[in-house]
């Protein structure tokens, strides 16, 4: 067994998926006996009151560190602003928690034998990095996107020397890495590209509790609660962000007009948030309907209500990032559109499990066409999405993966 600790920018009780992937890899690590430790941030991204409740944060040093526990492991927190939309007070945000996270690795959670260390952002290698100097014990970098690669497809990152900068910083960390988990095979090619040792590199996807989520009935709370029972649902629930082509799904919406019984449900938050909801202001949709973040109790009852789900990436993006959603949306045995590259590990997932519909990214007449099919055949979109949900079962189970970190973690203890 080993002394894990968990170096990470969200963790319960912050409701963003990703929080949701590391808390329930903690918790799997735990129950099979090893002693984890977590460093991470204020709940900032999604913040639920109820798990607030359940997880309540105790002070540590005043208004910088708090401390909670969840399921037996001690949880420490730097404090950070609730997420905003701009960039660069982002940049400011994680400054601050390496900063606090780093400080309270040399001093409070100082015994362990192995970091885990999942990305984004890109700079949290460089506080792993700093614990490993002082502690002499090396860490796991764990990528779920590859940057300074997204920013550079987004244009949110454009200065050729900064470029430079970040990928300079991105070699610096793949190096000091004892071990880099990629969660695709074509991730894994993309390092390999990059010049990193096939050697470091292991592949290990994402998972989903496949538990929790499951074919649930198509009339429930959330349908009833925003008169749904008798649409047919075409739904995209998570990050409200700048990866995704929300500009086509705004498109489609306004050509499908004509299918009486449709209706677009989006539902989430996010840096885009704003700019979506002024646009909708601007041309109000009829027959596109826009939530707030739903807590994470009513996850089985918003996917149940879908009749088709979306996963819009945008131009370029999905080389870099693996949208986990996509496994939710198969466990709930309901079918996908993704808008994602042709040569892409999206894509791909999509043709193999068979679970839906792969359509280039930002190319309205394509998700229309994709949305017109799924409805005029219905049965056959429901076909779609149980075969998704018996493919992730076989592949994507949170067992079935997390006994994978096991069995890594414990090289670092023997």
């Given at each position: ?62 208004k910088w560190l708090y401390e909670s526990e969840k399921d037996g492991m001690p949880v420490y927190h730097a404090s950070i602003p609730v997420k905003g939309s701009r960039v660069g007070a982002r940049l400011l945000d994680y400054i601050r ?318």
């Amino acid at each position: 067994m080993a002394k894990v600790l968990f170096l990470t920018l969200v963790f319960a009780p912050d409701g963003v998926s990703t929080s949701v992937l590391m808390t329930e890899l903690a918790q799997e690590l735990s129950q099979k006996g090893h002693e984890i430790t977590v460093l991470t941030t204020t709940p900032h991204y999604n913040v639920e009151p109820e798990a607030r409740a359940q997880q309540p944060l105790q002070c540590k040093w005043g208004k910088w560190l708090y401390e909670s526990e969840k399921d037996g492991m001690p949880v420490y927190h730097a404090s950070i602003p609730v997420k905003g939309s701009r960039v660069g007070a982002r940049l400011l945000d994680y400054i601050r928690f390496h900063a606090i996270s780093t400080l309270a690795g040399l001093t409070i959670a100082r015994d362990f034998d192995v970091m885990f260390v999942p990305s984004p952002p890109l700079t949290i290698g460089l506080s792993a990095w700093i614990l490993r100097l002082f502690r002499r014990k090396p860490f796991i970098y764990n990528v779920q996107e590859i940057y300074p690669d997204v920013a550079v497809s987004l244009g949110v990152l454009k200065h050729q020397g900064m470029i430079r900068f970040f990928e300079g910083m991105e070699r610096f960390i793949y190096k000091r890495a004892q071990v880099i988990t990629v969660i695709s095979e074509r991730f894994r090619q993309r390092l390999l590209a990059k010049g990193v040792a096939d050697e470091k590199l292991r592949v290990i996807p994402n998972f989903v509790d496949t538990d929790f989520m499951q074919l649930g009935e198509r009339q429930n709370p959330f349908s009833e609660a925003h008169g749904l029972n008798d649409s047919f649902v075409v739904l995209y629930a998570g990050n409200i962000g700048l990866t995704q082509g929300f500009e086509t799904i705004i498109s489609a919406a306004r050509q499908l007009q004509d299918i009486a019984d449709l209706r677009f449900v989006i539902v989430g938050d996010g840096t885009r948030r704003s700019w979506l909801e002024g646009e909708l202001a601007a041309e109000p949709l009829p027959n596109l309907l826009l939530l707030p973040y739903q807590p994470r109790s009513m996850v089985p009852h918003i996917y149940a209500t879908a009749d088709l789900c979306l996963v819009p990436l945008k131009k370029g993006t999905a080389q870099e990032t693996f949208p986990s959603k996509i496994y939710t949306i198969m466990a709930a045995a309901r079918p996908v559109v993704a808008t994602a590259d042709p040569d892409s590990e999206l894509a791909w997932l999509v043709g193999e499990a068979g679970c839906g519909w792969a359509a280039p990214p930002d190319d309205v007449d394509a998700m229309v066409a994709a949305i017109r099919e799924a409805s005029a055949q219905r049965a056959d979109a429901c076909q779609r999405g149980q075969q998704g949900r018996r493919y992730v079962v076989e592949h994507h189970s949170r067992q079935a993966v997390t006994g994978q970190y096991d069995a890594l973690i414990r090289e670092f203890a023997d």
